[in-house]
Nanobody, 121 residues
Framework: VQLQASGGGLVRPGGSLRLSCASSGRPFGSYRVGWFRQAPVKEREFVAAVDVSGGLTYYGEFVKGRFIISRDNAKNMVYLQMNGLKPEDTAVYYC???????????????WGQGTLVTVSS
């Protein structure tokens, strides 16, 4: 499975972005997919994950209802809608696929290259 994350950019505090994760190779629908982020000099942090059907989702505590993860298996896509962005959300965001719905990066086998989100006025 090859993953490619996109949709990052510069946004003002309070703004919104939608990140996309496109997959190619093996059928995407059999994998759980997670989003992680990493800010400079910080460890990689779990953001959100979704199960194979899209019916079960899981979020990091800091999200607090601001982000929504979803997937479209017919299009081999997973999305992360981010609302109410804050400067502390600035990071490189990565999508990852694996067999488990987990907040641990080690549970994911395949990783995209990351897309940079910058929240600044």
């Amino acid at each position: 499975v090859q993953l490619q994350a996109s949709g990052g950019g510069l946004v003002r505090p309070g703004g919104s972005l939608r990140l996309s994760c496109a997959s190619s190779g093996r059928p995407f629908g059999s994998y759980r997919v997670g989003w992680f982020r990493q800010a400079p000099v910080k460890e990689r942090e779990f953001v959100a994950a979704v199960d194979v059907s899209g019916g079960l989702t899981y979020y990091g505590e800091f999200v607090k209802g601001r982000f929504i993860i979803s997937r479209d298996n017919a299009k081999n896509m997973v999305y992360l809608q981010m609302n109410g962005l804050k400067p502390e959300d600035t990071a490189v965001y990565y999508c990852a696929a694996g067999p488990s719905l987990s907040d641990s990066a080690s549970s994911y086998e395949y990783w995209g290259q990351g897309t940079l989100v910058t929240v600044s006025s």
